[in-house]
């Protein structure tokens, strides 16, 4: 009997704990069916497509991109990009103005061993088939060398991208120029810091006014201010195995979380301040354009919570359980 109550509880946790993040209105969480995507390490809503997301593996996968429906988990598409060369580490991947698509070959996990990355843009496909789409190739260097990075945006309203690269102390975030250019060498540079958490993915929301970034186990949000960033709030995110992947609804109400992995899960959370409004900015902000830089980006403090409610419900059954069987 007590291995079975043992047993029960578990199951109670365990149920417990499975249940999914909730979401604004609209966006509920899906799993990446397809098999052929193992390590999505990009996600990004859709403008012209409803419940769309596109994504992608890391290395050695080839010049892909997917688009997933979020009410199926089924790719409907896979683009092949042409007019660039063999991908080395996707990383990333945003929607500019205009529905353009780009993808961050961005990737070194050998620690800033090459001299330089890529970026490619195409446009988004109109039609959700499978299709062959000629991509734009840039080269990308970094003012004070090459590093290792997962996280790419664009800003919606100014077209402009921007990188956070990816360090254990906490990286930078990158701005590239107003304009990239095919005809030479593309150089980002840092303007403003991003302590406290090691980037894995970032995305800014539908207004261009509030950035996100995550590592693996945690968040941080930002009020965009131009690019020079002002902290805002650390922000509790589900807890999926190696978190790779965020981006913003398209109504800039929720943000989606992915992992990388076979079957992999995407989940919700509610989008920091009411989901795209302007953000407050200029409080309790420093020069260097950090705010309120308490605790660390790293720390679970929305599922540390849920999961000590989670616990406690678990042990109150098990409790009342007890109880129910030594009346019987």
Do not use: C
């Amino acid at each position: 009997m007590r291995r079975s109550l043992a047993f029960l509880a578990a199951g109670l946790l365990v149920g417990a704990l499975a249940l999914p993040a909730a979401a604004a209105d609209g966006d509920e969480g899906f799993t990446i069916s397809d098999p052929r995507i193992t390590e999505s390490s990009g996600l990004a809503a859709s403008r012209q497509h409803p419940g769309i997301y596109w994504t992608h593996n890391d290395s050695d996968d080839g010049a892909f991109i997917y688009a997933v429906d979020s009410r199926t988990g089924k790719t409907v598409a896979t683009v092949t990009l042409t007019g660039v060369g063999r991908p080395r580490d996707v990383e990333a991947i945003s929607i500019g103005p205009g529905n353009q698509i780009y993808v961050g070959d961005i990737g070194d996990n050998l620690g800033g061993s090459w001299p330089y990355v890529w970026i490619y843009k195409l446009p988004e496909p109109e039609q959700l088939r499978d299709q062959t789409i000629r991509a734009t190739q840039y080269v990308v260097k970094y003012s004070d060398g090459p590093r290792n990075a997962e996280s790419l945006v664009v800003h919606p309203r100014t077209g402009r991208v921007y990188i956070v690269d990816k360090n254990e102390k906490g990286g930078h975030l990158y701005e590239g120029p107003a304009g990239l250019s095919t005809s030479g060498t593309n150089i980002f540079k840092p303007i403003a810091p991003v302590p406290d958490l090691e980037a894995t993915d970032a995305a800014l929301s539908p207004d261009g006014e509030q950035l996100v970034v995550r590592s693996y186990f945690g968040a941080i949000a930002y009020d965009w201010n131009g690019g020079r960033i002002k902290r805002l709030e650390r922000l509790g995110v589900p807890f999926l195995g190696q978190g790779e992947s965020v981006t913003y609804t398209d109504d800039g109400k929720t943000l989606m979380f992915g992992a990388e992995g076979t079957d992999s899960p995407v989940k919700p959370e509610d989008a920091p301040g009411g989901g795209g409004s302007k953000s407050p900015s200029g409080k309790g902000s420093s020069a260097d354009g950090i705010s309120d830089s308490t605790g660390t980006g790293d720390g679970l403090d929305g599922n540390v919570k849920t999961g000590a409610i989670v616990v406690v419900a678990a042990a109150a059954a098990l409790f009342g359980l007890r109880r129910l069987f030594r009346r019987s």
